[in-house]
């Protein structure tokens, strides 16, 4: 019996799971640098979902921001908490730059 992984240009199911999920994850992380926002909606603690941005500092170090709620109130705190988190994000970002300017 034939190994289908000997075969030229056959793929086995796994490696084609693992290639969609590998582009989906690349088309994520170009949607989170174009918006600046990430959320995790439990994916790492059940009951708990996030909302999250990073940015480079004026040494090149990348700084990263969430703001962890409970997942009940964050379905409805949301669209609120990511501008809370940009502007938060916003106002660091000018604080740093007027501090290494000086």
Do not use: C, W
């Not at 000997?6 to 582009?23: A, H, K």
């Amino acid at each position: 019996m034939m190994n289908k992984r000997s075969e030229p240009g056959l793929v086995n199911s796994e490696e084609r799971r693992q290639s969609v999920q590998v582009i989906a994850r690349a088309a994520t992380v170009r949607a989170v640098s174009a918006i600046g926002i990430a959320y995790d909606l439990e994916e790492h603690t059940e009951g708990i979902s996030a909302v999250g941005t990073a940015f480079t500092d004026p040494l090149g170090r990348v700084v990263a921001l969430s703001i962890p709620v409970p997942t009940t109130r964050f379905k409805r705190l949301k669209p609120e908490l990511a501008a809370k988190l940009l502007q938060a994000r916003t106002r660091i970002i000018e604080a740093l730059d007027s501090g290494s300017a000086a």
